[in-house]
Nanobody, 120 residues
Framework: QVQLVESGGGLVETGGSLRLSCAAS????????MAWYRQAPGKEREEVAF???????RYAASVQGRFTVTRDNAKNTVFLQMTTLLPEYTAAYFC??????????????WGQGTQVTVSA
């Protein structure tokens, strides 16, 4: 069984920073791509940052220059450093990983999410 557990969310003022972490545990053989998504109330889930196993990254236009995604492959962990936060970034943030589990095939797993609230 595989678990992705996010941490680091919370309440922050406009212009502040937060660092999210997401660790994969359980029957993880290797991890390919990882990503962060967010979902605000009444809106669809959207990808905000993506990182390959080799470290190539991609960002949503709305967070380019403000968010940085990194990963520690040895610890099966992905991070999202968020700076200069805006109230419109308030959402539940989810990590996602395409990984090989004990079925020896790649599958997509999701974390339970961590809430980020940016006060005006």
């Amino acid at each position: 069984q595989v678990q992705l557990v996010e941490s680091g969310g919370g309440l922050v003022e406009t212009g502040g920073s937060l660092r999210l972490s997401c660790a994969a545990s359980g029957s993880v053989y290797d991890i390919d791509d990882m990503a962060w998504y967010r979902q605000a109330p009444g809106k669809e889930r959207e990808e905000v940052a993506f990182i390959t196993h080799g470290g190539t990254t991609r960002y949503a236009a709305s967070v380019q220059g403000r968010f940085t995604v990194t990963r520690d492959n040895a610890k099966n962990t992905v991070f999202l450093q968020m700076t200069t936060l805006l109230p419109e970034y308030t959402a539940a943030y989810f990590c996602c990983a395409n990984l090989r589990d004990n079925t020896l095939s790649f599958q997509t797993y999701w974390g339970q999410g961590t809430q980020v609230t940016v006060s005006a």
